[in-house]
T-cell receptor, first 110, second 109 residues
């Protein structure tokens, strides 16, 4: 089992560019999440999904969109990147209250 | 609203020292409580959990007890090692996980 994987690992964008972060899990989990991690702020939930075809907003959804077309994949999109979106992004899936995290994507927006 | 507050870091210790990281929560009801650990360059992983009052979670020599009366879930380890250097996050779960800000722990040989 690969667990939770994320691509890419690193990315540098210019302000206004768009990109999609991909998260994949092979554990057949229903719930999936996208977080951002910023120094001194812990992890903040961006969006989450309770199953294929469903998504919901978390604490900090502005500037991001998500899609869950297949159960194993959860995509996070930035339509027009801003410097405030420079962060480390983590995807997670969960089963019975335990969350399993991917290794993260470090995004820098110049 | 619901929240979790944990001790600010960074914390620097010598090997074999005793480690405590405080965590308190405010919540309606009785959420499950967790400690997650993040080693350098990695994602978070579950360290231990407790799902009801007076439960004690333990793993890798770490322990934490769910104290309803003090709304706390403090993390402790009696003798730390260099390999315990990491960022530790307290979290609670109502319908989703909410994390504290994290405490960076550095253990020196």
């Amino acid at each position: 089992n690969a667990g939770v994987t994320q691509t890419p690992k690193f990315r540098v964008l210019k302000t206004g560019q768009s990109m999609t972060l991909l998260c994949a899990q092979d554990m057949n989990h229903e719930y999936m999440y996208w977080y951002r991690q910023d120094p001194g702020m812990g992890l903040r939930l961006i969006h989450y999904s309770v199953g294929e075809g469903t998504t919901a907003k978390g604490e900090v959804p502005d500037g991001y969109n998500v899609s869950r077309l297949k159960k194993q994949n959860f995509l996070l999109g930035l339509e027009s990147a801003a410097p405030s979106q420079t962060s480390v992004y983590f995807c997670a899936s969960s089963y019975r209250h335990e969350q399993f995290f991917g290794p993260g994507t470090r995004l820098t927006v110049l | 609203g619901n929240s979790v507050t944990q001790m600010e870091g960074p914390v620097t210790l010598s090997e074999e020292a005793f480690l405590t990281i405080n965590c308190t929560y405010t919540a309606t009801g009785y959420p499950s409580l967790f400690w997650y650990v993040q080693y350098p360059g990695e994602g978070l992983q579950l360290l231990l959990k407790a799902t009801k009052a007076d439960d004690k979670g333990s793993n890798k020599g770490f322990e934490a007890t769910y104290r309803k009366e003090t709304t706390s879930f403090h993390l402790e380890k009696g003798s730390v090692q260099v390999s315990d250097s990491a960022v530790y996050f307290c979290a609670y779960d109502d319908y989703k996980l909410s994390f504290g800000a994290g405490t960076t722990v550095t253990v020196r040989a």
